[in-house]
C-alpha cells in the first residue's frame, strides 16, 4: 500500500488517537505522548505514514506484525520509539526534512540513494537528507529512536551558532559514529528521550522544557556530528564586550524563568553562541546556564524560606522557576546551600 503526501497529512492531523502530524504539517507545537500498534503491515504503514512519511512495509518472514511507536512533537521536531517485532524492510517516500536513526536494540541496514549502512546499538545513527526515499531493514529485535527536524529549523539554528548567515545548505553525512566523544555525547541524548518517553516525562511534555529539550538535541547534532559548516562551528570566537555581557546578565536576572539556553540568549543580545560563552568565561568565569542555575537556586530558595509547607511544595517553586528535573535540581541545591530543599521549607518562616 502507498498512501499519497496528502492523504497522509489529513491522517496525521485528524487520525483517532494520534495528535502528531506528519512531515507536511510542522507548526511549532507541545503534544503529550502518543503510543500506536499496529498487527499488520498495512496498518503499520499508516501509523508511520500518519507520524513521518509516507511508506511501505514489507514483512521478510512469516508471523504477523507486532508493531509499537511511541511518539511525541517537541516544538518543530518529531522524537519516537519505532520497533516492529519482526525482520522487515520499510520503504519510504522522498523526505522533506531530516531524519536521524538511532538503534536502541538490534541490528538495522540503512540505504539511501548508493550508500549502505548497518547500524548497531552504541556504534552508529543514520542520518538521512531531505530529498531521497529510503530502504530500512529491521531485525526482528530492532528498535530505534527516530528523530524528524525540518531541514529549515536545522538550517536556522546553525546560523544562530555560527552567528552568521550560512553561504552554502547544511549538508549532513549519512553515518553518524557513536563512538566518538560527540557521538556518545548524542547517544546519552537519545537514552535520556527514550526514558522520558517510556515514563511520559516532564522534560518532554512540560511545554518550556520541550523548547530546551528540542533546542539541546538540535545543537548537539550541529556540533557532534561531521558536515559542511563543522570547521567553521569550531573556530575560536573573539570574547563579547562586557556591555554585551551586561545586557544578557541583566535578562537572566529579569527573566530567570524562561526557558533560557545559551543560543536563546546569544540571540537576544545579537552576538554568536561562542562570543557569549567566551564573553561569560572571562568575565564571570563560568558558562551561562551555570550562571542562571546560580540564580534560580537563589530565588528558589527565597520563596522557599517565606513559604509555608502545608500549601506549598518543593516541586511548584522549583517550575515555577524552570527547574524542570527534580533529581538533579535537588542535588544542586544541596550543594549550593548545605540542606535539601524540603528542609528549607519545613522551616518556619521569618
Known amino acids: 500500500m502507498e498512501r499519497g503526501a496528502h492523504e497522509v497529512s489529513r491522517l496525521g492531523r485528524d487520525g483517532p488517537g494520534d495528535p502528531v502530524p506528519a512531515e507536511e504539517d510542522h507548526t511549532p507545537r507541545a503534544l503529550g505522548v502518543t503510543v500506536l500498534k499496529a ?5 503499520a504503514e499508516d501509523v508511520v505514514g500518519r507520524i513521518y512519511l509516507p511508506n511501505q512495509v514489507r514483512t521478510l518472514e512469516r508471523g504477523p506484525v507486532g508493531m509499537s511507536l511511541t511518539a511525541l512533537r517537541v516544538g518543530r521536531t518529531t522524537v519516537g520509539q519505532l520497533e516492529y517485532g519482526r525482520h522487515v524492510r520499510l520503504l519510504t517516500d522522498e523526505a522533506t526534512h531530516v531524519h536521524v536513526n538511532t538503534p536502541l536494540t538490534g541490528t538495522v541496514v540503512s540505504r539511501t540513494g548508493r550508500s549502505e549502512l548497518l547500524t548497531t546499538t552504541n556504534r552508529s545513527a543514520a542520518v538521512f537528507a531531505p530529498g531521497a526515499p529510503a530502504q530500512i531493514e529491521w531485525s526482528t529485535d530492532a528498535a530505534q529512536l527516530c528523530v524528524m527536524v525540518p531541514q529549515a529549523t536545522l538550517q536556522n539554528e546553525l546560523e544562530e551558532l555560527m552567528g552568521q548567515a550560512c553561504k552554502q545548505p547544511l549538508r549532513l553525512p549519512f553515518h553518524m559514529s557513536l563512538s566518538t566523544p560527540q557521538g556518545r555525547v548524542w547517544r546519552s541524548m537519545m537514552n535520556l528521550i527514550a526514558g522520558e518517553l517510556s515514563a511520559k516525562g516532564p522534560l518532554l511534555t512540560h511545554l518550556a522544557a520541550g523548547r530546551q529539550v528540542e533546542r539541546t538535541l538540535i545543537d548537539t547534532l ?3 556530528h561531521a558536515h559542511n559548516h563543522a570547521e567553521e562551528l569550531n573556530r575560536p570566537a573573539a570574547p563579547a564586550l562586557p556591555n554585551t555581557i551586561a545586557r544578557a546578565v541583566d535578562l537572566l536576572h529579569e527573566h530567570p524563568e524562561e526557558p ?3 543560543t536563546t540568549l546569544a540571540r537576544a543580545v545579537h552576538v554568536s553562541l561562542r562570543s ?4 561569560f568565561a572571562r568575565h564571570l568565569g563560568r558558562p551561562p546556564m551555570a550562571y542562571l542555575r546560580e540564580l534560580r537556586l537563589a530565588r528558589i530558595r527565597e520563596d522557599l524560606e517565606l513559604a509555608t509547607a502545608g500549601t506549598t511544595t518543593v516541586e511548584s517553586v522549583a517550575y515555577s522557576w524552570g527547574m524542570l528535573h ?4 535537588a542535588a544542586a541545591y544541596r550543594e549550593a546551600f548545605g540542606e535539601l530543599p524540603s528542609q528549607t521549607l519545613k522551616q518556619p518562616p521569618g
Request: charged content about 15%; aromatic content about 10%.
Open 276 to 279: 557569549l560563552q567566551s564573553g
Open 260 to 262: 533560557w539556553s545559551s
Open 326 to 329: 527534580m533529581g538533579r535540581f
Open 222 to 224: 550541529l556540533l557532534g
Open 39 to 43: 498487527a499488520s503491515s498495512d496498518e
